[in-house]
């Protein structure tokens, strides 16, 4: 049976399709407009996915890559304070591009961000040989609460917001079926779904800002911290660089998700949490009163896992096991284009 | 010789040598943070263009390639009346890309986006078959002076800022360089500056704003406008469509660069200017004093080619030849996807 393609249709026709998807108001100019609120900077980032580099059609249907797609983008506002106003999406597609499979991608996008209360107000359609998605979100924030990566100070606790590793497992998971055999059904779809619909923790915010009278008004610059999609390793180590500090990490104090340890290794599941990446949990250094009070909000699995210190190394502690302790580097992180 | 591809210097590799187009405050972190003026809206616009759909070797350069992405969504900003905060690019590219075509691309983007005082403030690179940009435009303006395409009236004079089809023209020139021999050096490097070095008309803006004792307090919104980036036809047609009026417009008055009619037939030089495209000036609806201001404000070849009607058509008078009017339609212009 032939499904209906991108050229069966024409752009006009696949525009006319994906307008649902975007306020009306909005649709039919040469851009979108949108009110700001007063007294806010404007925050934007930008990300770029690709057809067999970022995901496949074995691990990741269109639904998935536009609800990855999205929550990168808004973990990207949070890591930078900023609640958002929504996204743009530039897409390049080859013609025979089922159509369902461009509404699904922008389905998959648009649930996302309505979970977040915002939208998809802008975007671009174009014919290529390989499917690639532009995402560029913006968002705003107050200038005294925007988190920098260079504001981290010797003595600041640094606290995770949430569970590392699971996002890896669930990957690991879709690729191999046959791993994991003792895990309930239950904790399979959790750490598959951690990996198919991350969450970005746009949630935090409001904690922060509620943050003011624990952090004293001596303190250059507020709060440090960026989001753990590229690892929480990547994460610690990004902050330490820019700030000219170090950290000490205790490896028993990085909360993994409980499923994870009945199935593989400890090194293994320590390994995931540091360098899996794609958790798009925050990482953020704060004093420590600031941090114990952030915690109690957020409430388990969120953590205080070690603190920041005046040495350029990160040092990951193992208190509770036998090893013994051990410098983290960027080496070991990811690379696109790497040989 | 071997020329440095990104595959020889990987993902970070290429990123160093891009920031330098990038504001040094503004690098390292997970997106831009940008300030806005007191009482503004933010404007957004995107588009993706791709290798052998948008540009090629022949007749574009990285620079221009470059130039003309930032020039297209400067444009877009322009149609809206706003002015650029800045804007993202997120880069697809095979790993045997030439490092200098990428460097070279972001140069032209810089050169343009720099003579109009703003910059790239973020991006992406990523690994693909087919190169692929796509760039992201903001901009702020106040509420009160976005320009609409649905706030034509009947009465209104159409204004267009400048000339058409010099960038049809130019690319004719550079596909077919027998074409044009009586023109000389300085009019073929005009014309072709034209299709390679379009200048959006963000200068216009400011004027437009000390129009307001020319526009009846009683007026139904403000000024509606649009770019020709699609063609001067389609611009008057989008703009009449959105806002349910017709126009009239007079052949004898649409500004057409000297040059093309010592070369092509008056017939093909206004086809060309009403559906050539990319000429990157805007169309303009509003009252006539306003309009005679304008005019005279920007000077030659700024110039009102018509006026909005209650008629639901838009008709191309011809009154000083011998042709009778004519009807214009959308379904001349250009479409991707076609068959």
New interface residues.
Partial sequence: MHQTT??DI???G?LAKLQRFCPADII?????????L?????????????DK??FSEQTTSPEDVGWRAAAANL???A??G?MP??I?????LP?DTPVDWVEALYQGCDRCLKSYQTQI??????????I?V??????Q?K?DR?I??FTAQAGDAIVVTGIHGASRAGLELLLNPDLGQDLCQNERDNLINSHQRPRPRLDVLPHLWNLSEFIPASRNGWIAG??SSDGLADAVLQICR?SGVGAEIEKSLIPIHPGLTQWVSPEDAIAWALYGGEDFELVLCLPELAAEQLVKKLGKPAAIIGKITTAKAVILQDSLGSGSPEELSLSQGF?????
């Fill in positions: 991108v050229k024409g752009e006009q696949l039919g100019d040469d851009g979108a407009v949108l009110p700001l007063a007294d806010q900077n404007l925050v934007v980032t930008t990300d770029v996915l690709v580099v970022h973990s990207d506002l890591a930078m900023a106003l929504g743009t999406i530039g897409l390049s013609g107000v802008g975007g671009d359609i174009c014919r290529s040989s390989v690639s532009a995402i560029t979100a913006f968002g924030v200038p925007v920098r990566r960026m989001d820019c690379q696109h284009f790497s040989p």
